[in-house]
């Protein structure tokens, strides 16, 4: 047996994870022990619960409006007890925040082999997503296996000089999720209009903090106050530099729904029935055209190219004329709409997991 440690710490890398650990704790060869650093606390047990995970280990990090130079020195010191009593014989963790960047870091000086699950996401720019272009690629170059979610993400590692046997091509694990949670008919629990178009946002990107994020508030609000035959659905990421701006900007608008994040199978359920998206985030970036939604971004990076380039995703960056008048377009403009609803999934097929546990028994058996 092979002790395998899956290392889980916000809402994202949970959705990303479950379905690794759904497949690992099937493998006869591994033990499967969960860690969650819970450097986010309710947003990470939702999802836990919902894919009923109970993990091994909690080391309960999350504090209110946490730095960022505390809870990487808090996670490197709790992560190394966890190594030091857990000697598990490999650790994975998903994507680039900081629990992923301090787990590869505690791992390299533990020398124990880490996985790197959605290893190779670029924008080419250090503070362009912040922190986590530098976490993606920390967390890279102390990798022993990455699983690049796209071919792209995999050329990427390359020009990095990773050597190509240590890189697998495997999809993302969003997408297994997805269907996984869509297949059981999710309900929304949130009270809509249903004669309104539902434009459904999220956003709470660390760069876009201040004057970024007041120019979104101004052009939803815009965007509400300017057409009657749509609803905003907003479920307010919990940060303090998102919530208490969005509340003052956006509160009590008859056409503005403002409401605590969504559990992820509510979560789908509004994916499924909005019109169009309007988000920062990188797991709805990858979810939503699999659903067949227009997703206009507003950021003006994006380290997920595929489905900007198959014309389903769309930058807007975070001017609020720009985000007001490309979801105008979209709204009023029936072919511009229906080029952009296509229902494709350049980022998996659902059978990521597969591929990395593939890639780990292999190793076991070697
Ligand atoms: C983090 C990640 C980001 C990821 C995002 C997913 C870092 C630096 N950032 O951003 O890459 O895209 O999660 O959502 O790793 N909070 C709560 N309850 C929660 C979660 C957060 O109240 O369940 C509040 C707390 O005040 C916390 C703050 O949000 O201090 C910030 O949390 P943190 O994990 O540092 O950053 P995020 O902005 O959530
Ligand atoms: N999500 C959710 N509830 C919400 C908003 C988002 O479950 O209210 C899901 C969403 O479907 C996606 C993930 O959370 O799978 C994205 O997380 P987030 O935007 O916090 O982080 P990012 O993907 O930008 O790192």
Redesign the pocket.
């Known amino acids: 047996m092979k002790k395998i440690l899956c290392v889980v ?4 890398e949970a959705i990303k994870m479950a379905p690794v650990i759904a497949a690992l704790q099937n493998e006869a060869w591994a033990e499967c022990r969960v860690l969650a650093t819970a ?6 047990d939702q999802v836990l619960q919902l894919f009923a995970i109970e993990p091994d280990i909690d080391l309960d990090i ?5 730095a ?1 130079t505390t ?1 990487t020195a808090r996670l490197l010191l709790d992560l190394d007890d966890v190594l030091q009593a857990e000697k598990p014989a490999a650790v994975l963790a998903q ?5 992923v960047m301090t787990v590869a870091l505690a791992c390299f000086y533990h020398q124990i082999p880490f996985g790197h699950v959605e290893a190779g996401l670029r924008t080419g720019q250090l503070f362009n ?1 912040f ?2 272009e530098a ?1 993606r690629i920390i967390a890279g170059h102390l990798a022993r296996w990455h699983f690049a979610p796209t071919a792209s993400a995999k050329s990427n590692l390359r020009r990095e000089g990773i050597p190509e046997g240590h890189i697998t091509v495997t999809g993302n694990t969003v997408i297994d999720a997805l269907l996984q949670i869509a297949a059981q008919n999710p309900k929304l629990t949130v009270e809509l209009p249903t004669d309104k178009r539902l434009v459904l946002v999220t956003a ?3 760069e876009n903090f201040g004057e970024p994020f007041r120019r979104v508030c101004t052009a939803l609000r815009t965007l509400a106050d300017r057409n009657a035959d749509i609803h905003i659905l907003y479920p307010v ?4 530099n ?1 919530k208490d701006v969005a509340h003052a900007m956006l509160g009590g608008h008859a056409r503005i729904t403002l409401c605590e ?1 969504l559990d992820y199978a509510p979560f789908v359920a509004a994916m499924q029935r909005a019109y169009l998206l309007l988000t920062d ?2 797991g709805v970036q990858e979810e939503a055209p699999a659903l067949g939604k227009p997703v206009l971004v507003m950021r003006t990076e994006t380290e997920r190219p595929e489905a900007v380039t198959a014309g389903v995703v769309k930058l807007v960056g975070t001017d609020s004329e720009c985000i007001v008048a490309e979801t105008q377009r979209l709204l009023d403009d029936q072919t511009a709409y229906c080029a952009m609803a296509r229902g494709v999934s350049p980022y998996g097929d659902g059978h990521a997991a597969e591929r990395i546990v593939h890639v780990l028994r292999t190793w076991a058996a070697g």
């Open positions: 710490g916000t809402r994202p450097q986010h606390r309710h947003m990470l999350m504090r209110p409006n946490q960022l809870l994507g680039d925040t900081t629990t997503p922190p986590e976490n709470h990107r660390r990421h919990p940060n303090p998102v994040p985030s990188g």
